[in-house]
T-cell receptor, first 113, second 113 residues
Framework: EPEVTQTPSHQVTQMGQEVILRCVPI?????FYWYRQILGQKVEFLVS????????KSEIFDDQFSVERPDGSNFTLKIRSTKLEDSAMYFC???????????FGDGTRLSIL | AQSVTQPDIHITVSEGASLELRCNYS??????LFWYVQSPGQGLQLLLK??????LVQGIKGFEAEFKRSQSSFNLRKPSVHWSDAAEYFC???????????FGAGTRLAVHP
């Protein structure tokens, strides 16, 4: 069964550095998402992406965050200047249309030192 | 605003016992509801979904859930729990036109032999 893949599984970065989290959604999917889960807290929506543009973003998704689909397969989340509070598990998700459920990757654990 | 409440943070059951995980939602229109499971170090796996129609929905791994509009609930059940069911379970509602998921805080299930 096709799946969403995320790399790396764990990223350790110094505060203030840029980080790029990578996702390969399922190939025929058109809608893409990033969520994050701070340790011990609930999964929170960050951003949705469709037709090569952001559809919706949360209050968390400030100017330090950006998303890109640089080619036909990858979907990336960039944090420009990381802060300690960016430490979390970041999940990528995708689906083919609004009547289908979202499929999640295994996540990238981001640790900011 | 839309929200999801999972009243039980931790639940412990014996293997072979029945299970019910509670979920209450707040949503103005007919909700699209989901249960996801997260095993340690893994991503979010879809157990089942409710979009419309029959209010009792069947999912994978022997799970089922019942949508009760009058109680704004979507409780997850399993008649006989297996040790491999130990995981964290998240209830979610689909929100808005751009399909973001709003998650509950999760219920961590422990299974005693």
């Amino acid at each position: 069964e096709p799946e969403v893949t995320q790399t790396p599984s764990h990223q350790v970065t110094q505060m203030g550095q840029e980080v790029i989290l990578r996702c390969v959604p399922i190939s025929n999917h058109l809608y893409f998402y990033w969520y994050r889960q701070i340790l011990g807290q609930k999964v929170e929506f960050l951003v949705s992406f469709y037709n090569n543009e952001i559809s919706e973003k949360s209050e968390i998704f400030d100017d330090q965050f950006s998303v890109e689909r640089p080619d036909g397969s990858n979907f990336t989340l960039k944090i420009r200047s990381t802060k300690l509070e960016d430490s979390a598990m970041y999940f990528c998700a995708s689906h083919s249309d609004s009547n289908q459920p979202q499929h999640f990757g295994d996540g990238t654990r981001l640790s900011i030192l | 605003a839309q929200s999801v409440t999972q009243p039980d943070i931790h639940i412990t059951v014996s293997e072979g016992a029945s299970l019910e995980l509670r979920c209450n939602y707040s949503y103005g229109a007919t909700p699209y509801l989901f249960w996801y499971v997260q095993s340690p170090g893994q991503g979010l796996q879809l157990l089942l979904k409710y979009f419309s129609g029959d209010t009792l929905v069947q999912g994978i791994k022997g799970f089922e859930a019942e949508f009760k509009r009058s109680q704004s609930s979507f409780n997850l059940r399993k008649p006989s729990v297996h040790w491999s069911d130990a995981a964290e379970y998240f209830c979610a509602v689909l929100s808005g036109g751009y399909n973001k998921l709003i998650f509950g805080a999760g219920t961590r299930l422990a299974v005693h032999p």
